[in-house]
């Protein structure tokens, strides 16, 4: 059984960075998609960023430019380096798994494997 485990969130000022990490272990598969979701108080679980076992990456509008995905294959880990962090990036934040993948998605119920979540704070 697949298991994710995030790390790195916690509290930052307005315009400061955070990387979170997704460790996952138990993951043999080739043909893959890991992403980063994430979900505030009352709103639906949001697409942050999407990376694909060649390393093609999509990422949603409202952290473009911001936020960066990376993956070391060797150790099987994905990050997400978030820069200039604002008070609406607010959320916990999730790493996902989708296996098989033959295209990056952004549907939550899609991904087979999930992490605990880590929370994200930004103050203003």
């Known amino acids: 059984q697949v298991q994710l485990v995030e790390s790195g969130g916690g509290s930052v000022q307005a315009g400061g960075s955070l990387r979170l990490s997704c460790a996952a272990s138990?993951?043999?598969?080739?043909?893959?998609?890991m992403a980063w979701f994430r979900q505030a108080p009352g709103k639906q679980r949001e697409g942050v960023g999407v990376?694909?076992?060649?390393?093609?990456?999509t990422y949603g509008d409202s952290v473009k430019g911001r936020f960066a995905i990376s993956q070391d294959n060797a150790k099987k880990t994905l990050y997400l380096q978030m820069n200039s962090l604002k008070p609406e990036d607010t959320a916990i934040y999730y790493c996902?798994?989708?296996?098989?993948?033959?295209?990056?998605?952004?549907?939550?119920?899609?991904?087979?494997?999930w992490g605990q979540g880590t929370q994200v704070t930004v103050s203003s």
């Open positions: 996902a798994l989708k296996i098989p993948c033959y295209s990056r998605s952004w549907d939550p119920s899609l991904y087979n494997y």
């Open positions: 138990r993951f043999t598969y080739n043909l893959y998609c």
């Open positions: 990376v694909d076992n060649g390393g093609s990456t």
